[in-house]
């Protein structure tokens, strides 16, 4: 019961990780956008 819990815990703290990750990522790669979007808005 004890090593099933414990792995259940570090399976969710790893999921948690990955969609942070992912947030992060898209979130840089929507930065990126808006600011090219400004420049070519701008020309």
């Given at each position: 019961?004890?090593?099933?819990?414990?792995?259940?815990?570090?399976?969710?703290?790893?999921?948690?990780h990955i969609v942070l990750?992912?947030?992060?990522?898209?979130?840089?790669?929507?930065?990126?956008?808006?600011?090219?979007?400004?420049?070519?808005?701008?020309?």
């Open positions: 019961m004890n090593l099933t819990r414990k792995f259940g815990l570090n399976a969710i703290k790893t999921t948690e990750a992912l947030i992060a990522v898209a979130t840089v790669i929507a930065i990126g956008q808006e600011i090219k979007h400004i420049f070519d808005a701008g020309r």
